[in-house]
């Protein structure tokens, strides 16, 4: 494994927030290469992964048999897991698996899954919020409740009342009741080795929660940066944790750092370290193939904000690209950034594109070179301003793209062929590699 050129790495689920941050962690690097799996829920995965699987869910009797049969067929070297609920499944079988998983010892996992056996560890080494261990300790409110195991903000409730409590009709074993923490919060991505300790540590703000994630962060200011570090060792005094992780912390109303949980999953939003130059999810990998890594943060300052993205699956099929320059490669006076992505994905996929235009430039290549644009096209066709772009149009599985809606419509009525404006490109893009 050692000297092993690429890596087989299967991300289960694939379609998460956190594994679409580790299929953007590594579909570029070059000893790796990208598998997904998930259950039959409809997601993301389909769109990002050229290599996906659907198997049983992991509450189902069929679900590791069919894991480790992707697992032999596809050669697989390691499970990245990308939700907590699937690192519970993966930690449970380790021993049945047939390829090694991206997690510390099992036992840590174990522990830091449980917010009370987290709690109980790190009570007088670490700030943690106060917990109510009945309600008759309860008497202050609000209070927070939170289940012992789940992650995000999956079951999580601010309750402001005691009949609001007992109206949850809640098994309160299976969760922890906390003061309520009023401050603001931080996420704190780290990595760690036995041999040379907390390797990286970056606390980041959570200006804006949606489903337990983060949507908007940016790098808290130094003493915050100072304290967590402190924090990060402490944790590690005691937790042996090799590779990346991460914790969140939240002021309580004295203005105290309390510990709120610790993962060992990719976070969704580790976009955020990664972008510092810090990929700790191909870190990772570094590290247990014994490879020297040094992990080297920019200087630059970075905010990020998240929000949703569009694929799609379309019956599309072309060997041939009739596009047009003016107003569509070239919009305003800059290059139209979407469409060379989709020309250079036609290229990368030896797709024809062909240059149809009546630029009225006079020197049109000098108007091409100023562009970078000389070389990117198969063929060039210049025609006059009256001409008619359907008369030249000759390689029929062919799709046209033109800003003109009267060129288009053209186009469509003569040849039948699929025509699109600009703004219709992103349905052309293939997000999945190869």
Known sequence: MKNKKVWNVLVFPGGTENGLEINKSLRYAKEVKLFSVSSGVKNHAEFMYKNHFTIADIFSNECLSELNSIIDKSNIDYI???NSLVIDFLINNREKLKCKIIQPESEIVKLIRSKKKTYSLFEGTIKIPFIYNSLAMIKNFPV???????YGSQGVKKVETMDEI????????????SEYLPGDEFTIECFSSTGKGLMYSMARSRERIRMGTSMRSERANQDIQIETQKMANSILSKLNIEGLWFFQVKYNVNHDLCLLEIESRVAGTMAFSRCYGVNLPLANLYLMNDI???LNKQKYDLIIDRSLANRYKTSISFETVYIDLDDTIIVKGKINIEIMKFLYQCINKKIR????SKSLEEDKEKYLRKYKLIQLFDEIIWLKETANKADHIKYMNSIFIDDSFSQRLEVEKRLSIPTFEPSM???LINDKGE
């Open 166 to 177: 007992k109206s949850l009709n809640l098994n309160l074993e299976d969760y922890v009741i």
């Open 425 to 427: 490109i992103e349905v």
């Open 80 to 82: 990245y897991p990308a």
């Open 353 to 356: 594109i062909i240059l149809i």
């Open 292 to 294: 020297e890594l040094i």
């Open 144 to 150: 927070f409740i939170k289940p012992d195991s789940m």
